[in-house]
């Protein structure tokens, strides 16, 4: 979009017009997508557990999600919202699902039915399968842009954040398992701590791969024949690949930076 510098002017005009337009089209998306999710909840709630403080809930976050988005869409350098976005949307919408569920469901726990479990399992486990989807439709139709990779990678942290917490909850692994979800927040308050890590990271298939690992390990112990020891298995494997992960990423921004400021 052309730069917002000079007002009356025709390309500025133009610019705003544009920006209203995706505006409405993400918040038309937005909408379409919670009015699934209340039909969702209509027929599914009672199966997975949610009570109506269980549902609010997962409204709330839908909304908080989708506040936050529009808030940043003007990194979107397109015209329309797109289908990768929408398909981020839908994946915001199931993690805030997750998140009403885990987070004040009375019926969540140690305790949880079976066959609540393996329907929130089988959800989540769709909603990982479309994280591959929304990348490839990105770069299929041409509108990869910097607001939807931060959206994807936001949504991905929050359901990682979910999932810790169920694991932890349903006594999977112990409390250090809320690490696995906490670490992409410590890692962001560290930058606004340390400038030097906040310059630009280059692409990774090892970043990408890692998440993916974090995401299929917490998926499983969902599932209630995933029970310790191999649960905690699985967790530490996840921890430690997250770690390692981190830690390669702010030793190459260190590193990065003293090379920037010797030069």
Not at 148 to 168: C, H, P, Q, T, W
Not at 209 to 216: P, T, Y
Not at 228 to 244: E, I, Q
Request: hydrophobic share 55%; glycine share 8%.
């Amino acid at each position: 979009m052309v730069e917002w510098m000079n007002p009356g002017h025709p390309d500025e005009m133009a610019a705003r017009r544009a920006f209203r337009m995706l505006s409405l089209d993400a918040f038309a998306v937005m909408v379409s997508v919670a009015a699934v999710l209340v039909v969702a909840m209509d027929r599914f709630g009672d199966r997975l557990g949610m009570d109506t403080i269980a549902i609010g809930t997962a409204f709330v976050i839908y909304a908080a999600i989708c506040a936050i988005a529009l808030g940043n869409l003007h990194a979107h350098r397109h015209g329309r919202f797109g289908a990768a976005n929408m398909t981020t949307t839908v994946r915001a919408a199931i993690t805030a699902v997750v998140g009403g569920v885990v987070l004040v469901s009375d019926q969540f726990g140690e305790a949880s039915r079976a066959e609540a479990l393996w329907l929130i399992g089988s959800i989540v486990a769709f909603a990982l399968a479309l994280d591959g989807v929304d990348g490839h439709l990105a770069r299929r139709t041409r509108t990869a842009s910097r607001f939807g990779a931060r959206f994807d990678m936001e949504v991905d942290a929050l359901l990682i954040l979910f999932l810790s917490i169920a694991a932890f909850l349903l006594g999977k692994a112990g409390i250090w398992v809320l690490l696995i979800g906490l670490m992409r927040y410590a890692y962001g308050a560290a930058q606004s701590i340390i400038p030097r890590l906040q310059g630009e990271l280059p692409p990774s298939v090892r970043r990408k791969l890692i998440c993916v690992v974090q995401g299929a390990a917490l998926c499983l112990m969902l599932f209630p024949f995933v029970m310790p020891p191999v649960s905690t298995m699985l967790a530490a494997g996840a921890l430690a690949t997250l770690a390692y992960s981190f830690a390669w990423d702010v030793i190459f921004l260190l590193r990065a930076s003293r090379g920037e400021h010797a030069s």
